[in-house]
């Protein structure tokens, strides 16, 4: 029979030294405190627990306790637990100093994250419930490592029926996220002896950055009013892409420009990597099918819940042309990297609906937010410009010639994070110079989007 102060109590990790016990126990307890080990308010262990766990007498940690309280290091209340007080942290002598809080600006308008405070918290958790109380015990190890088939069943039916996409779960594969997923190609293409991998002229770049840690040079395409031009590609291996919604421009790619990317994808085996990063969300006209439907063989379809629920849930996934996947799942390693838990709440998501309903309600809620910046521009700075609006959370704003770095020094001073359209250039593209601010209006939580507005309407020029 397992003795019962096995489970009481909470687990500290002490190493008493010195002479005698109880001075040994005393201060390595202060040094825990004095350095920021033990934080003000931690909880300790009960006397009977610690002295269990060290094997001593349970007066001896009382007396420690009491030493420590006289001394201010501790506080004890009356049928309360022992707490580290709140008082100084003392670094150690030769501790490298803590680097400064910069502080957060005060209003964020930087693309790439949705509203996380309408995150459908309330029916995450009843989906969470649900899939864990139907899951099998088999849910709970390594898994499969294309993902979980509840998910992938799920994703199959989601992605035909509202993004036009051919698949069915033997050919989708769930990773952590887009960034997962084009390391995992990047990897697949260098180990085919891939040199080069074609790349819009805006974009970002975390993602050249993958490709060329894969080994990979990118190369970008000429861009114009039509989006991407794919008419000088030739022997890359891939081309990636955003042609449902150019990110961060803003169109979507010419269906002449669709046909002729895919064609070239036939005709040389070349890879097409469709970013599909926003999708979902289309305000004055019905959404743009998925670039993967014209040729499945030839094209990946990459999403992700990352714009449409959250980037910390760390889902995404591929769905892969036939004969592509015994090689990515050789570059994931053959284990599964996305939690089962949440890998089976999304998939019940997706079959009972809640996931069509958040959708629906946040494609609202964003499309009010966008309606209100263009009323607002149009007042307070009609010389500016907004394109890229029909879709997305991000828009951007055109500025007078000149103007786009004075711009963002003023929203600096303003407290206001928003990005130039220059950052999101690739270093070797060749287009003409466009001064612009790229402007996320899905961030802020519905209560600072006024004044998120606000701060950036006095920014931009009259």
Known sequence: MAKPWATFGVDLHLEPTGGGVRRGLTDALREAVRTGRLAPGTRLPSSRALAAD??????TVADAYADLVAEGWLTARQGSPTRVSDRTVVPPSGAPPRPRDPGRPTHNLVPGTPDLASFPRAQWLKAARRALATAPYQALDYGDPRGRIELRTALAGYLSRARGVRADPEHILVCAGFSHGLRLLGAVLRARG?????????????????LAAAGLRTVPLPFDERGTDPGELTDEAAV????AHQFPMGGTLHRDRRAAVVEWARRTGGL?????YDGEFRYDRQPVGALQGLDPDHVVHAGTASKSLAP?????????PPGLMEEVL???????????LDQLTLAEFLVSGAYDRHVRA??????RRRDALVAELARRAPNVHATGIAAGLHVVLRLPPGTEQSALRAAAWQGLAVHGLHRYQHPEATVERRDALVVGYGTPPDHAWSGALEALCAVLPE
Do not use: F, M, Q
């Open 362 to 367: 946040a494609r609202l809620r964003y499309r």
């Open 194 to 210: 891939a040199r080069t991998v074609a790349v819009e002229s805006y974009g970002l770049d975390v993602h050249w950055n993958l």
């Open 330 to 340: 050789a570059a994931k390693g053959g284990i599964d990297s996305c939690g089962s």
């Open 312 to 320: 910390g849930l760390r889902l995404g996934w591929l769905v892969l």
């Open 240 to 243: 990636l892409l955003t042609p």
């Open 272 to 276: 097409v990597v469709e970013d599909d």
């Open 54 to 59: 060290l094997g001593i007498a349970r007066n």
